[in-house]
């Protein structure tokens, strides 16, 4: 009897904790001004098994890819010792690596690290020229940016966690020619030199999970690239802030009890970024016999994406612990993007 009253009790608390944040976050957009932001390859989502339902991962993610999503979901990893693999296929011909390495030091909590790579492709680079084609070509260049990152989380309680992720993200646009003196090509005075436009700067990202052990309800609150502000020329910006909060619940436990009711999982997540309106992102995924996963979920106001689709494969050798999984996602007039994600638990 008491154990019910406690479980009612976590329920309505998280439901309290649920709304109440979402309602500061929705309505806190009136009073902060939007702004631009760089460094925007750090908002593109890792992890198959996360965008498959909708990118939601800031509760739902019992591995080393949380670090991306949120720093304070590794230390409810069921394994020693994790490593996560990450191969995303983007639009317009990009792509992007990453790999998480995580270890658990028991009740001291867990560490991991990892690293984040873009592949932007080659260009053809060009400027002004005083010639019949009004330009002359410069060569070949890469745009280039990275990101390396070290997360300590600690679960502190059977319900409560938080993590804290400090990483160093790099970006390198390129090598631009600027006019040293004189005004235009024509200006037999014009000096021309050239400029690197790359800068490396620190970001830390936030977060904390509670588990209220009532319906599946999982609550988790997430602050990413709070950084100082970045200039390459004249104005300065931020790396692209943002304020995350999500609840993920088992709606099946509402009406029975047993394995086939915990299988169905529901998630949604609210996100305040600085540059942009309030986007909110839903998520559904259903566990077949721990073996197969199947996940759908839409993404709201975005510009171009919006459902996405994917599944995962889970099989244990032993002490050994594999996970697959791939995932789908529309983007509009760019066509789909998908993503694969390898794993493995010891």
Not at 265 to 284: A, N, Q, S, W
């Amino acid at each position: 009897m008491k154990e019910g009253m406690s479980d009612r009790k976590s329920l309505i608390m998280g439901i309290f904790i649920v709304v109440f944040s979402v309602f500061i976050n929705l309505n806190g957009a009136e009073f902060v001004k939007r702004g631009q932001v760089g460094f925007r390859f750090l908002e593109n989502p890792v992890s198959a098994e996360a965008i498959g339902r909708g990118c939601l991962g800031l509760v739902s993610i019992y591995n080393g890819n949380s670090v991306f999503w949120n720093p304070a979901g590794i230390s409810w990893m069921k394994s020693l010792y994790d490593f996560s693999a990450n191969y995303n296929s983007w639009i317009a011909d990009i792509s992007y690596t990453s790999l998480v390495a995580s270890v658990s030091l028991r009740k001291w909590g867990v560490v991991a690290f990892d690293v984040l790579g873009m592949d932007y492709g080659e260009f053809y680079g060009t400027r002004r020229a005083n010639n019949e084609r009004g330009f002359e070509d410069t060569g070949v260049f890469s745009p280039e940016a990275y990101c390396i990152g070290f997360t300590y989380s600690q679960k502190v309680s059977n319900r409560f966690s938080y993590g804290v992720r400090v990483k160093y993200a790099y970006q390198d646009l390129g090598t631009a020619y600027i006019g040293l003196q004189g005004t235009d090509v024509d200006d037999s005075l014009l000096v021309i030199g050239k400029k690197s436009y790359s800068h490396g700067e620190p970001a830390v990202d936030v977060g904390a999970v509670y588990d209220f052990n009532a319906y599946g309800f999982r609550f988790g609150a997430v602050m990413r690239n709070f950084s100082r502000e970045v200039r390459y020329e004249r104005q300065r910006f931020p790396l692209p802030f943002s304020v995350s909060f999500s609840v993920v619940f088992n709606p099946g436990l509402f009406f029975s009890q047993g394995e086939f009711a915990e299988s169905l999982c529901f998630g949604f997540e609210t996100i305040h970024p600085r540059d942009f309106g309030e986007k909110v992102k839903f998520g559904l995924e259903y566990h077949y016999r721990g073996v197969l996963i199947l996940r759908t979920g839409y993404m709201y106001n975005y510009d171009e994406r919006g459902l996405t689709f994917g599944f995962g494969v889970r099989k244990g050798f032993g002490d050994v612990n594999l996970r697959v999984d791939y995932a789908y996602q529309d983007f509009g007039v760019f066509g789909g993007v998908s993503a694969m994600s390898f794993g493995i638990g010891f």
